[in-house]
């Protein structure tokens, strides 16, 4: 099986079609000024000039969704005695995501880890997972919020995809980078690469250079422990955060989740849906008490948890793909490079103060 095509830019509709009679194809929309995945219309043309505004995450975890329904009957005769049904609800279907960036796809290796990890397998995330492709649109030209390569990933990373397109003179170069992407190109809508390959990497050597050099990021674990106390350096860097969540809901690797009931007399369903960590109720307890008070509190666990805390339980992985749209995307501009790099320095400067 070739491992690399080419595909036409007016074949596109057709080929998403194609691939839509067997999977549910999700491809990026604009809708009300986002761009977000949708299922992809027949003959529909998806938003590939720029990275979509919402990340992929929701293919695969639900902004909300069904985890089981519930019914429990009473015994008329003995009303403390009752029966309770328990009726999972894991549906997976084919999917294909296409047109993500290789950042957003990345974040998957992040919830892989704990949604998967061997403790706590999450049966409908692995459903899911199992059911989905990503065909990768990997980057050509980069903003000024993107920091992919300070966390080890690129513009053409292939982390977590199945095929990676590449825009070129004309059309595309598909490049299969798994197995199951292999089959994705057995298509006779697609013709031989050519020497398209020598272009696409090209054009993605210009994007790798136009991120500038990579900060090291390697002393940021330790360094955000260090200052777990200081609460003076968190109220300084969350002074103008809102604590509006936008940052968490669309972070590729945001993972956070809240539970809820939805009843109807003695029966139910049970809901997953996104948290957030950057609310005040998020860990609200019962009796009033809140561990994290502050927005202080709440910015340094969230930046604490991407580069400090999951990267010391999982082998130093990063749990942030620098695709910045928590800082495009900020009513008012927190940086979360600016708050890891202040850290870095704040921690050295205290260290030689002692
Ligand atoms: S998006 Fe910005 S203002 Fe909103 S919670 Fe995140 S850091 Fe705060
Ligand atoms: S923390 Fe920000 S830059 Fe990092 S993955 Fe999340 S949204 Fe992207």
């Known amino acids: 099986m070739a491992k690399e095509k080419y595909l036409k830019e007016e074949q596109l509709p057709a080929w998403l079609s194609e691939l839509g009679r067997t999977n549910r194809v999700l491809a990026p929309r604009e809708e009300g000024g986002?761009?977000?995945?949708?299922?992809?219309?027949?003959?529909?043309?998806p938003v590939l000039a720029t990275d979509s505004t919402a990340s992929p995450k929701a293919a695969i975890f639900p902004a909300s969704h069904e985890?089981?329904?519930?019914?429990?009957?009473?015994?008329?005769?003995?009303?403390?005695?009752?029966?309770?049904?328990?009726?999972?609800?894991i549906e997976a279907e084919p999917t294909v995501v296409f047109g993500a960036r290789p950042c957003g796809v990345r974040g998957f290796l992040i919830f892989d880890r704990v949604y998967q990890g061997e403790k706590f397998p999450d049966p409908y995330y692995k459903a899911a997972r199992e059911k989905t492709l990503f065909i990768t649109q990997t980057c050509t030209s980069t903003e000024n919020t993107c920091f992919c390569n300070w966390v080890g990933s690129g513009p053409d990373d292939p982390a977590g995809s199945d095929v990676l397109l590449t825009r070129v003179n004309g059309g595309f170069l598909l490049e299969a980078?798994?197995?199951?992407?292999?089959?994705?190109?057995?298509?006779?809508?697609?013709?031989?690469?050519?020497?398209?390959?020598?272009?696409?990497?090209?054009?993605?050597?210009?994007?790798?250079?136009?991120?500038?050099?990579?900060?090291?990021?390697?002393a940021a674990p330790k360094s955000l422990l260090a200052l777990f106390n200081d609460q003076g350096f968190w109220e300084d860097v969350s002074a103008k955060c809102l604590s509006c969540g936008a940052c968490t809901y669309l972070c590729p690797t945001c993972y956070c989740f809240s539970i809820t009931d939805e009843t109807k007399g003695l029966s139910g369903k049970r809901l997953r849906s996104w948290d957030n960590c950057?609310?005040?109720?998020?860990?609200l307890e019962a009796s009033g008490?809140?561990?994290?008070?502050?927005?202080?509190?709440?910015l340094k666990n969230r930046v604490g948890h991407k580069f400090s805390y999951y990267p010391t339980l999982h082998e130093g992985l990063l749990?942030?793909?620098?695709?910045?749209?928590?800082?495009?995307?900020?009513?008012?501009?927190?940086?979360?490079?600016?708050i890891v790099l202040r850290a870095i320095e704040h921690a050295k400067a205290q260290e030689v103060s002692e």
């Open 34 to 45: 986002s761009i977000v995945f949708r299922p992809c219309a027949d003959g529909e043309v």
């Open 67 to 89: 985890l089981f329904s519930f019914a429990q009957e009473k015994n008329p005769d003995d009303p403390e005695k009752a029966s309770l049904t328990l009726t999972p609800k």
């Open 177 to 218: 980078v798994s197995g199951r992407g292999e089959a994705l190109l057995e298509s006779p809508l697609l013709s031989d690469a050519g020497d398209r390959a020598k272009e696409a990497k090209a054009a993605r050597e210009e994007a790798r250079k136009s991120l500038g050099e990579a900060r090291d990021l390697s």
């Open 278 to 283: 950057m609310s005040f109720q998020f860990t």
């Open 289 to 298: 008490h809140n561990p994290r008070p502050t927005k202080a509190h709440r």
């Open 319 to 338: 749990a942030c793909c620098g695709c910045g749209r928590c800082i495009k995307s900020c009513p008012v501009s927190v940086d979360i490079r600016e």
